[in-house]
């Protein structure tokens, strides 16, 4: 146990060096280990090629109809024959889905394939072999180097899991199931490889409390049952429900669909239904607490942003009756930070209702993210002028670029709005949730979001805006 918390912990380490490197390192070993599960199965079935008859279907009709409650039960134990696998397909955040494609119909389909039908010529050569058929596939000279291939192969497929939890992650911010949280860019070239620091640690300390509680390998087999064939039964359900809803599919053949793969996965979950107690219970605490999580800071951010916007004063009338009815005035430069265009900033509001100052030039900001690693700079910065004392500025970026507003105001100089950030102003809104009186679960769930807010990434650290030019407007919010 010390050595596994050991290797993960070294493994945890490396990620902040980018999926590249990593990649670098362990492509080769992987596949030298698939190309050793493909030899040893061609190996024995050549010495044993009846076992081609397994091909068959009707074998396991007739094993299904002769040991029917054995058979149930015995699915509980073949889903772990395809557990893992699955993880190359949360890797194509990361890769793409032509690499993943391309990996698994050249190496590891044929590899896996090869060698379970391998470990079954064995068994009906040698029913003996039930101890161990992987390792008794191979001869006696290659047992160690095996199983030190095997260690190597176990420890890398953990890095699929990691690059997944990433992607699913960054996936969750960007659709507004989770709060803002530090992502780091490892790539050049691709934008799915990245690093979060906060992800990566909380995932190696559940790692290691997970291996300290279970101890043995054997005992997380009943959870990792439950958790893939789970996955497959939701997978199922949301892919007919996205081919209905999205894609327009027809409603008979989407029927079809969804009958043809719950026929296969309901079954294997059910025959996984009775290890909750043995294991299986994790993923399920771990799925409601994701869960939990996820539509709280969802449902209470929606409640919030409603709240905001319950004003209902349009961006471009609110500029006239100011420039109309000008407010007190003062000198200098004042930005205020907006998610959309045409949507009037509640730090602007705040500011005019308690403070009764606008500043003499005030600049709309906006900034967007493209789906490209850099943005040229002449495409930085968009420059709209919407009243004598009103800009709008949208600044885009690249993925792999980190917003700087030092960079924002050369380019807004470059292009004739002369910006200083000595002479400027960033106001922010701040909230302060007060809980109205509602049912206690909603309490709970309303308290949860007020931390998950609190500990979010601020907006000054998501685009490098000196500290000391930052003017944070605190309002009370009831939700």
Not at 40 to 57: F, K, Y
Not at 399 to 419: D, K, Q, V, Y
């Amino acid at each position: 146990m010390p050595l596994s918390v050991l290797v993960l912990t070294l493994l945890f380490a490396i990620q902040k060096h980018g999926t590249a490197m990593v990649g670098k390192l362990f492509a080769p070993i992987m596949l030298t280990w698939f190309l050793t599960l493909a030899v040893l199965g061609l190996r024995s079935i050549i010495q044993n090629p009846e076992v081609l008859g397994a091909l068959n279907p009707v074998w396991a009709l007739r094993f299904f109809a002769e040991y029917q409650t054995t058979s149930f039960f015995a699915l509980g134990a073949v889903v772990l024959a395809i557990t893992g696998v699955e993880a190359l397909y949360a890797d194509m955040g990361h890769f793409g889905k032509n690499p993943i494609r391309l990996a698994w119909f050249v190496v590891v389909l044929p590899s896996l394939v090869l060698n379970y039908f391998g470990q079954g010529a064995l068994l009906l050569d040698n029913p003996a072999a039930i101890a161990n058929p992987f390792f008794l596939l191979a001869p006696k000279w290659a047992l160690l180097p095996l199983l030190v291939l095997a260690t190597m192969a176990t420890v890398i497929a953990s890095q699929a899991v990691i690059s997944g939890v990433f992607s699913l992650t960054r996936q969750a911010v960007r659709l507004g199931y989770l709060s803002p949280i530090r992502i780091v860019h490892t790539s050049e070239q691709e934008s799915g490889q990245i690093y979060i620091p906060v992800i990566n640690w909380m995932l190696y300390i559940s790692v290691v409390i997970v291996i300290m509680s279970f101890e043995h390998s054997s005992n997380l087999a009943a959870a990792y049952g439950i958790a893939v064939t789970g996955t497959m039964v939701l997978t199922s359900i949301l892919f007919c429900s996205v081919a209905k809803n999205s894609w327009r599919w027809p409603t008979y053949l989407v029927a079809a669909l969804f009958a043809l793969l719950l026929a296969i996965d309901v079954p294997l979950f059910a025959a996984n239904l009775g290890k909750i107690f043995s294991g299986g219970w994790l993923p399920l605490t771990l799925g409601a607490v994701m869960f939990t999580l996820m539509t709280s800071w969802k449902s209470e951010r929606f409640q919030l942003i409603r709240r905001l916007n319950e004003h209902g004063n349009s961006l471009e009338p609110m500029i006239a009756s100011l420039e109309k009815s000008p407010p007190t005035r003062v000198a200098g430069t004042a930005v205020y930070m907006s998610r959309v265009v045409n949507v009037i900033p509640h730090a602007l509001l705040h500011n005019l209702k308690h403070n009764k100052v606008l500043h003499e030039r005030i600049i709309l900001l906006t900034l967007r993210v493209e789906d490209v690693p850099y943005v040229h700079n002449v495409r930085r910065v968009c420059i709209e002028q919407l009243s004598p004392t009103f800009w709008r500025v949208v600044a885009s970026y690249g993925w792999r670029e980190t917003p700087n507003m030092e960079e924002i105001f050369h380019r807004c100089n470059a292009e004739g709005l002369s910006c200083r950030m000595m002479e400027t102003s960033f106001f922010m809104a701040h909230e302060s949730l007060i809980m109205k009186e509602r049912p206690w679960y909603l309490y709970l769930r309303g308290k949860l979001f007020m931390l998950l807010q609190r500990n979010a990434l601020r907006a000054p650290d998501q685009f490098e805006i000196p500290p000391n030019r930052v003017i944070e407007l605190g309002s009370q919010v009831d939700i």
